[in-house]
């Protein structure tokens, strides 16, 4: 049903709805569910007392518990031919912990997410382009958390405290159109199964530098970028491409407990590029000339993926348990407010 949307969103941004099946540990603990699929493109979400409401929230594709992988994929090689053809692309994941943004976006090895099935569906596109003989393809990729205002880079063994020192830079690469991190390790990239290594081995730092920062992997966010160049063979010609992957921090507000010191300013730095990115969202979907990239390094990483001629695609993550209702309330806002 979408196939055509995807294929329409010039420009513009697409926003799915996806939630996950109440957890076995939710149910024991007395949680029902309270989340709903109106049909194709409406969710419903039903507020107990003292409440006592359902609230409706309209989406460009809504996908349940009992949607498998396969259903929220399916005809998803027009959105990467396109990184193909020179467009830049985006797709992210938004939503509170536990709401299932690393399925979505990673998956398990028995149930791949976007990253692993884009970086399939990118080289078999590749390898049909080869065969025709026109153009030759280089694929580089890099990997970045941005946790707090500090860029980490996933691809070089270095401590967090090292990193303080080479604070990595966003700039403008103006050849290539897309924004640069400068100084970042692009790998070079000859097949899928290198990309997925090149993957494992970024969550692996990522996880790695969470633990030695005594905070959770959900707290920052973490950018896959993944770029093509496509070289015209008769003149020579070079177009770039780019599909950024973006995993991010967990939007839940902040708890009681987290009053103070480091979890406070986490809490507080996530909000605002999280803020700072849903104000892009509606600027871009309202058609305002002014697009406020530059108020926080979140947007600034984005700015080449969001608006102009690239293409988004925005998941929102909803858990469907009564006990998260409000969290899945201020989600189901958040990701509305451009409409
Ligand atoms: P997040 O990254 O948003 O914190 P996760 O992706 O880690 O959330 O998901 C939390 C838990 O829920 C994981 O155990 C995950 O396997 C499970 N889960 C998430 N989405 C789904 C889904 N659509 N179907 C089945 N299980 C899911
Ligand atoms: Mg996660």
Redesign the pocket.
């Known amino acids: 049903k979408y196939h055509n949307q995807i294929q329409d969103m010039k420009g513009s941004v697409r926003v799915f709805c996806?939630f996950?099946?109440l957890?076995k540990r939710e149910e024991d603990l007395g949680d029902i569910p309270v989340l709903h699929k109106a049909d194709a493109f409406s969710v419903d979400l039903q507020r107990l007392a003292p409440h006592n409401d359902t609230r409706r929230f309209d989406f460009d594709a809504v996908f349940g518990?009992d949607?498998p992988q396969e259903e929220v994929f399916r005809d998803w090689e027009d959105l990467v031919q396109s990184v193909v053809d020179g467009y830049n692309v985006t797709i992210f994941a938004y939503?509170?912990?536990?709401?299932?943004?690393?399925?979505?976006m990673y998956g398990?090895h028995d149930h791949p997410g976007l990253a692993p099935r884009s970086i399939d569906s990118l080289f078999h596109l590749i390898h049909r382009e080869e065969r025709q003989g026109r153009k030759s393809f280089t694929v580089k990729a890099y990997m970045i958390e941005l946790y707090k205002q500090e860029i980490l880079d996933l691809l070089v063994e270095a401590r967090r405290e090292n990193s303080k020192e080479k604070q990595l830079q966003i700039k403008k690469d103006a050849g290539r159109g897309i924004m640069f991190v400068e100084g970042v390790c692009e790998r070079q990239i000859h097949g899928p199964d290198e990309l997925k290594a090149v993957l494992a081995e970024g969550e692996r730092r990522r996880h790695t530098a969470a633990t030695a920062m005594n905070t959770s992997s959900?707290r920052s966010h973490l950018l896959l970028s993944i770029i093509v160049e496509a070289t015209a063979k008769d003149n020579d010609q070079v177009i770039y491409g780019k599909i950024t992957l973006c995993?991010l921090a967990?939007s839940e507000r902040l708890k009681k407990s987290e009053v103070s010191g480091d979890a406070l300013k986490e809490a507080i730095e996530i909000n605002k590029s999280l803020t700072a990115l849903g104000d892009v969202i509606e600027a871009l979907s309202k058609g305002s000339k002014n697009v406020p990239y530059r108020n926080h390094k979140l947007t600034m990483l984005m700015q080449d993926s969001l608006g102009g001629s690239a293409k988004t695609l925005m998941f929102v993550?909803c858990s469907p348990a009564s006990s998260n209702a409000e969290e899945t309330l201020t989600s189901l806002k958040w990701a509305t407010r451009a409409k």
């Open positions: 996806r996950r099946p957890a518990g949607s939503g509170q912990t536990g709401a299932g943004k690393t399925h979505t398990t959900s995993d967990g993550n």
